[in-house]
T-cell receptor, first 113, second 113 residues
Framework: AQSVSQHNHHVILSEAASLELGCNYS??????LFWYVQYPGQHLQLLLK??????LVKGIKGFEAEFIKSKFSFNLRKPSVQWSDTAEYFC???????????FGDGTTLTVKP | NAGVTQTPKFQVLKTGQSMTLQCAQD?????MSWYRQDPGMGLRLIHY???????DQGEVPNGYNVSRSTTEDFPLRLLSAAPSQTSVYFC????????????FGSGTQLSVL
């Protein structure tokens, strides 16, 4: 069965620190990869996505993610976090054959001012 | 520009009661889905639909029914509510059937006593 693993459940950083959130998935076929963010009190929104092409994708608010096919990974990065980045981050994998999305358990990021 | 609209935002039920969570989208999206979000478990897919008249089960379909009589609406029915169904429910839609660029509703917080 397809699964998505996010390695860190809760990350606490100070402002200006660098961020990397891990995401690994298990499915070996063609996938679309996503990172979603849920800010406190708001619904989920798309942060960035990868379908094909350049494995380094850039999203909103200075986030980027790198798809490494050999490692089945799609880690999220940001060089310098801000207090406003405090949120829940979800990695998601869409199985194009089955037409289903699988989400990771989420990582709570707390940025201290 | 309404996007994905979920109602109600909050609901409290007694065990055994039935109810319908409404979801409507005005973007003419073919793909719609229902998720539940539980602490530490991320989002789990309940049911999804790739078009009017077509529905399929997701990861946790038991206790829920769906129908898709129109492109716009995708209601989720709880036939006999149980405390285990206490959760936050998200409806989502996307253009096409690949599930990319999911648009989420704002969520329905359901408590079953």
């Amino acid at each position: 069965a397809q699964s998505v693993s996010q390695h860190n459940h809760h990350v606490i950083l100070s402002e200006a620190a660098s961020l990397e959130l891990g995401c690994n998935y298990s499915y070996g076929g063609t996938v679309n990869l996503f990172w979603y963010v849920q800010y406190p009190g708001q619904h989920l929104q798309l942060l960035l996505k990868y379908f094909s092409g350049d494995p380094l994708v850039k999203g909103i608010k200075g986030f980027e993610a790198e798809f490494i096919k050999s490692k089945f990974s799609f880690n999220l990065r940001k060089p310098s976090v801000q207090w406003s980045d405090t949120a829940e981050y979800f990695c998601a994998v869409f199985n194009t054959n089955a037409g289903k999305s699988t989400f990771g358990d989420g990582t709570t990021l707390t940025v201290k001012p | 520009n309404a996007g994905v609209t979920q109602t109600p935002k909050f609901q409290v039920l007694k065990t055994g009661q039935s109810m319908t969570l409404q979801c409507a989208q005005d973007m003419n999206h073919e793909y719609m889905s229902w998720y539940r979000q539980d602490p530490g478990m991320g989002l789990r897919l309940i049911h999804y639909s790739v078009g009017a008249g077509i529905t399929d089960q997701g990861e946790v379909p038991n206790g829920y029914n769906v129908s898709r009589s129109t492109t716009e609406d995708f209601p989720l029915r709880l036939l006999s509510a149980a405390p285990s169904q206490t959760s936050v429910y998200f409806c989502a839609s996307s253009v096409g059937v690949l599930g990319e660029k999911l648009f989420f509703g704002s969520g329905t917080q359901l408590s079953v006593l």
